[in-house]
Nanobody, 116 residues
Framework: QVQLEESGGGLVQPGGSLRLSCVASGRTFNIYTMDWYRQAPENERVFVARVNLDGDTTIGDSVKGRFTVSGDFAKNTVDLQMTALKSEDTAVYYC??????????WGHGTQVTVSS
């Protein structure tokens, strides 16, 4: 089984930057994709960014040009670098890992609040 733990959330002013990290532990040898989702109160959980084992990345349309994602699969980590933050980016951010064989694991989330 894989366990995921997010960190780096907090309060940031509009226009500011924040870096989130996620580390996987447990049986991590077969992780091949890690990604980020976010969920604001009373809203759906939506895709933010994804990185694959080969280094390819996918960025959600709403954050394209402002967020980047990077993964280190040897260390079982994925980072989300957020810049030019807006109030609409306020949400709980969740990390997810895909494992060969079809299993998917979620972290418990970290709160990001963008406010002046």
């Amino acid at each position: 089984q894989v366990q995921l733990e997010e960190s780096g959330g907090g309060l940031v002013q509009p226009g500011g930057s924040l870096r989130l990290s996620c580390v996987a532990s447990g049986r991590t040898f077969n992780i091949y994709t890690m990604d980020w989702y976010r969920q604001a109160p009373e809203n759906e959980r939506v895709f933010v960014a994804r990185v694959n084992l080969d280094g390819d990345t996918t960025i959600g349309d709403s954050v394209k040009g402002r967020f980047t994602v990077s993964g280190d699969f040897a260390k079982n980590t994925v980072d989300l670098q957020m810049t030019a933050l807006k109030s609409e980016d306020t949400a709980v951010y969740y990390c997810r890992a895909y494992v060969f064989g079809g299993d998917i694991y979620w972290g418990h989330g970290t709160q990001v609040t963008v406010s002046s």
